[in-house]
């Protein structure tokens, strides 16, 4: 067209090969740039009068006209040749994947971008990796991680051709490693050809974790495995204590990286305190990137955890109210109805709240408390986790309260658990903690967590108490407060104050209700399947960064060290009950007002 030749609309809608319709794209964007600069007609011209003629002005502003229909010309034609490259693309690649948010955010390069293995239809797709499972004949691994693999080869998140390697100590036959799994492993009848296809993917090496010949031999191993596929990436699920942490992470970098892409999973503890986290992180970062390594808290996967974000930040109605001048106070609350029971050794090492408070509530907090990020990428939303986690102060004997139950009837106590071998421990297993945030958002509003062992029930959820109607009308009302229960029985539900229905013009408390169960027909994905698919796609959002864990621990480690040298104590508490007295009363002291209102256990069952 610049050159005088006229196109057809027949020529334009002509199918072309794909890399010549990019080229042209290309060649187009660039011209309407350089016209938008050449053709002196920038909006600082249009219509400003100067010394020249009033013909001057009227030619000039034809010539603008000419180019700004030539310009338009231009981008029709762009949008036809985009039209059809992405009729060829879909052709000549199926299927199509979605390109995560969170690359563009980072700016990554499109040769760069991690794909979303979910096409058009949104129909999940096979990702092929090869997942090394260390500590394979353990506890989690045989109780959780492989049921969780399993899931994911069901749903064709992995694919059918996925190897699965285990490694352990143990001297055990692959037909050996499958039986002790398999009483996990949930499957209907009608999935046991499927299920015996992945058990067909499962193998095992035995070594030790100090071993450099034992390593090379896992390598070799895996090469065979991998063979000729396309897609040589490995992930490594370090299920083991954190003593063995050091050396199989060396041997892993010194022999058994992938010369694609290497993801390293670790399970918490991460450290005891301070000093030892930062060990563990100074010693991981010597061997792997940051990108590389994915510190998990399965809390981060639970359905409910993962709506906060979009509940605040997705919905108007909760954007002004989300601050301290509404909200009195939120409470972060964990409960089991259970004891140690045969966990006694490891619980007896770590406490209530390295296991619980510092890890899975502290996260909550986070969220709830967080500014809006800039965009959704993994670090842009980590990097405001950590700004509130710098504005709370370490905690004091002041602030919190803890607890160890005792025998109550049939049910014995801590101290009798016969895996608990200090029969003189101080060990909590309960804690009520209050955090402030130092901000313009939340200055004065405390933040109660709260978790505990062997209480009167079992539930985990989110209590956002607003203040106090001002003034009010109907004298003094119960407050508002919206509860988002994480488990079980998934739910919102914000409690509100109605007029009682009839001619009574008594009120009454209720509340909208959102009960997943009855709401939605969809089974939720268990929270180490949602985040080992996270792994998988290098998505990195639900873990935790090096410096968000060295804030975490800078607030909790004065007051772990002044229980272990007896300057707080844990009060006695009865198995089944609510936890200490003074739990309840700190609580009270802190401005939370409880109502007898109950949300309504009729409707889970609908």
């Not at 050091?246 to 041997?251: A, L």
């Not at 139950?405 to 297993?429: F, H, I, M, Q, R």
């Not at 488990?487 to 229905?501: D, F, G, R, S, W």
């Amino acid at each position: 067209e610049t050159s005088g030749t006229k196109v057809s609309n027949s020529q334009l809608e002509a199918p072309r090969p794909a890399t010549s319709l990019a080229n042209d794209s290309h060649n187009i964007i660039l011209l309407v740039c350089l016209c938008g600069q050449d053709s002196g007609c920038g909006s600082r011209e249009i219509g400003v009068k100067n010394k020249s003629s009033k013909n001057h002005n009227k030619a000039k502003r034809k010539h603008c006209i000419a180019h700004f229909v030539w310009m338009c010309s231009c981008l029709r034609r762009l949008s036809v040749i985009m039209a059809q490259a992405t009729q060829t693309s879909s052709k000549e690649s199926s299927p199509q994947y979605r390109v995560s948010r969170s690359a563009y955010a980072e700016g990554a390069h499109e040769d760069e971008l991690p794909l979303d293995f979910e096409n058009a239809s949104g129909e999940s797709q096979e990702a092929l990796v090869t997942i090394v499972v260390f500590g394979a004949s353990g506890d989690l691994a045989k109780k959780k991680i492989y049921p969780v693999l399993w899931a994911l080869f069901r749903d064709k998140h992995i694919s059918r051709q996925c190897p699965i390697v285990g490694y352990s100590r143990s001297k055990l036959s692959v037909e050996e490693l499958i039986e002790h799994t398999r009483p996990h492993i949930k499957a209907p009848k009608e999935d046991e050809e499927l299920l015996k296809a992945f058990f067909g993917q499962l193998s095992y090496v035995p070594g030790n974790y100090d071993s450099a010949d034992d390593f090379k031999r896992l390598n070799t191993f895996l090469t065979e495995k991998e063979g000729a596929s396309k897609s040589k990436d490995r992930i490594f699920y370090l299920a083991l204590p954190p003593s063995a942490f050091n050396t199989t992470t060396e041997n892993i970098r010194g022999h058994c990286m992938s010369e694609t892409k290497n993801r390293v999973v670790i399970e918490k503890p991460f450290g005891k305190d301070l000093d030892s986290s930062n060990l563990l992180s100074q010693h991981l970062a010597r061997h792997f990137k940051e990108e590389e390594i994915y510190r998990i808290d399965h809390y981060l996967g639970k359905e409910m955890v993962q709506n906060v974000m979009v509940q605040r930040f997705a919905n108007r109605i909760f954007g002004p109210l989300w601050n301290r001048d509404n909200i009195a106070n939120v409470q972060i609350v964990f409960k089991e109805n259970f004891g140690t029971e045969g966990r006694g050794g490891y619980f007896d090492e770590f406490g209530i709240i390295r296991d619980v408070m510092q890890n899975h509530l502290l996260q909550i907090l986070c969220l709830v408390a967080m500014e809006r990020p800039a965009t959704l990428a993994a670090d842009d939303i980590r990097l405001e986790k950590v700004k509130v986690l710098k504005c709370v102060q370490p905690l004091t004997p002041d602030d919190i309260v803890i607890g160890q139950y005792t025998a109550s009837g049939s049910n014995p106590g801590y101290l009798d658990d016969p895996s608990v071998t200090n029969k003189e421990s101080t060990t909590p297993t309960f804690a009520t903690a209050v955090f402030y945030v130092a901000n313009d958002r939340w200055d004065g509003v405390p933040f109660v967590l709260r978790c505990g062992k062997a209480l009167e029930e079992r539930k985990a959820e989110i209590r956002i108490q607003f203040r106090d109607v001002a003034g009010p009308l109907f004298g003094r009302t119960a407050r508002n407060e919206l509860v988002i229960r994480v488990q079980p029985n998934e739910a919102m539900y914000l409690k509100m104050i109605a007029k009682q229905p009839g001619m009574s013009d008594q009120l009454l408390q209720t509340d909208l209700d959102l009960t997943y169960s009855s709401r939605y027909d969809v089974k939720l994905p268990d929270a180490y399947e949602r985040l080992l698919v996270d792994v998988i796609h290098g998505e990195q959002t639900n873990f935790v960064r090096s410096d968000e864990l060295a804030e975490a621990w800078r607030i909790f480690t004065p007051i772990l060290k002044q229980i272990e040298a007896g300057a707080v104590r844990p009060i006695p508490y009865p198995f089944g009950s609510r936890g200490p007295a003074e739990s309840d009363s700190l609580i009270r002291s802190l401005g939370y007002k409880y109502t007898q209102y109950t949300w309504s256990k009729d409707r889970q069952a609908k």
